[in-house]
């Protein structure tokens, strides 16, 4: 499988369908990678390897890990991923939202970790708590 993760020069956080699938929450593309960009006019820019999505307040520290290839690559914990993807619902369709948060119910429920990411990044407990009955409603169908 060819990789992109060495195109990364500096320090950038994973998002979108990538940080879902780099966590083994929904089956998408792991080669093309989503990264944040703090430069508002590289908003939704697509390349050939990799898509960049605006975010004035890229937290670099908060859960996440060094990738494996490339140590300026940093993957957000399956909470922080399933978080962003909510409070950035322009960043993700839908459908892969739905699936990755059904995927950690399912497999790696974790009440407290997942609600302190949200409080982290200030996603409303009410809006995070929609989201996962759309995902159990879902499921349910």
């Excluded at 909470?79 to 619902?89: D, G, P, W």
């Excluded at 407290?112 to 409603?137: I, S, T």
């Amino acid at each position: 499988m060819i990789s992109y993760d060495f195109a990364v020069t500096k320090q950038a956080v994973c998002c979108s369908s990538t940080a879902l699938a780099r966590n083994g929450l929904v089956m998408f593309d792991i080669i093309h990678l989503d990264l944040q960009t703090r430069k508002s006019e590289l908003d939704k820019t697509n390349y050939s390897y990799f898509s960049l999505f605006y975010n004035s307040n890229i937290d670099y520290e908060y859960c996440v890990s060094k990738s494996v290839s490339n140590p300026l690559l940093l993957l957000p914990s399956k909470e922080r991923a399933v978080v962003e993807c909510i409070k950035h619902l322009d960043w993700i369709d839908e459908g892969l939202l739905i699936e990755g948060i059904q995927n950690y119910i399912r497999n790696f429920w974790n009440k407290k970790l997942l609600y302190e990411a949200a409080a982290h990044f200030k996603l409303p407990e009410d809006e995070l708590e929609y989201w996962l009955e759309e995902a159990r409603n879902e499921y349910d169908d």
